[in-house]
C-alpha cells in the first residue's frame, strides 16, 4: 500500500510540475471570411503579382497610401521605393507574394472593408509577447534543433506558436537560413527561417471604398 501510496504522490507532483512549465502561446491561421468585394481585390493583386505589371500595381496607389513611418506616401514614394531599378521590382514582388500566401482578415474602416494580411500582424499578438522579439511559427510539427543545420538534433516540434527571437551564440557560425529562438520555458534553439515571421515584417491593406467600385492599396509598410 505504501508503494501503491508513494507512486501516486509521485505521479501527481510530475503532473503538477508538467502543468505549471511555462508553454508557448499558440496563434493559428485564420479562416478568411471575406466579401465578395474583397475577394475581387485580393484575386486582382494576386493577378498584378503574377504579370509583374507595375503600371497596374502603381494605379492602384492614392496620395494618401502609407509606405513607411518616415512620410513616404502615394505613387511618387512608391517608386521611390519599389521602382528604382529591377532589383527593387524584385524585392516587391516577393514581398507581395510573401504577403499573399499567409491570410489575412476583414475589417472595417469608416467607409468600406479592409483586407489586412498577413495574419501574423492584422491579428493581436498574445499578450506578454513582444512585436519586436516575437516570431510566429508558420507551419506545424517544426523542428527546433540543437545546430543551425538539419544536422542538428531535434529539440522539440512546435505547431503555430509564437516564439521569441534570441542572440545567436557567438560559438555557433550563424546563416541566415536558421534563426535562434527562446522558448517560454527558456530553453533556445535554431529554427528554419521560412518557418517564422516577425509580425512587424512587411504587411498590407487593400481598401474597398462602399461609395465606389474600386479598391486601392491602404499600406504596405515593415517595422514600426
Given at each position: 500500500m505504501?508503494f501503491l ?6 505521479c501527481?507532483q510530475?503532473a ?5 512549465t511555462?508553454t508557448?502561446?499558440?496563434?493559428r491561421?485564420?479562416v ?10 485580393k484575386?486582382e493583386l494576386?493577378d ?5 505589371d507595375m ?7 492614392r496620395?494618401?497610401?502609407t509606405?513607411?513611418f ?7 514614394g512608391?517608386?521611390a ?5 529591377a532589383?527593387?521590382?524584385q524585392?516587391?514582388w516577393a514581398?507581395?507574394e ?7 482578415v476583414?475589417?472595417?474602416?469608416d467607409h ?14 498574445p ?13 506545424s ?11 542538428g ?12 527571437r ?5 560559438r555557433?557560425?550563424?546563416t541566415p537560413d ?5 522558448l ?6 535554431y ?6 515571421r516577425?509580425?512587424i ?15 486601392w ?8
Open positions: 505504501r501510496l508513494a507512486a501516486i504522490l509521485a501527481g510530475a503538477m510540475a508538467v502543468a505549471g511555462p508557448d502561446p499558440i496563434m491561421p485564420p478568411e471570411h471575406l466579401s465578395p468585394a474583397l475577394l475581387r481585390a484575386a494576386r498584378v503579382v503574377a504579370r509583374r503600371e497596374a500595381l502603381l494605379a492602384r496607389v496620395a494618401e497610401t509606405l513607411d518616415g512620410g513616404s506616401e502615394g505613387r511618387q512608391f517608386q521605393i519599389w521602382d528604382v531599378d532589383e527593387s521590382r524585392r516587391l514581398t507581395l510573401e504577403i499573399l500566401a499567409l491570410p489575412g476583414a475589417r472595417r474602416f468600406g472593408d479592409e483586407y489586412c494580411a498577413p495574419y501574423v500582424f492584422c491579428t493581436n499578438l499578450d506578454n509577447a513582444d512585436p519586436y522579439e516575437a516570431l510566429v511559427v508558420l507551419g510539427d517544426v523542428a527546433i534543433r540543437s545546430q543551425p543545420s538539419l544536422a538534433a531535434v529539440l522539440r516540434r512546435v505547431d503555430h506558436v509564437v516564439l521569441a534570441t542572440d545567436d551564440d557567438s555557433i557560425p550563424s536558421w534563426t535562434r529562438v527562446r517560454a520555458d527558456g530553453a533556445t534553439g529554427i528554419s527561417t521560412r518557418w517564422v516577425s509580425p515584417d512587411f504587411r498590407l491593406t487593400l481598401r474597398v471604398d462602399d461609395r465606389a467600385d474600386t479598391w492599396l491602404g499600406f504596405l509598410v515593415a517595422g514600426d
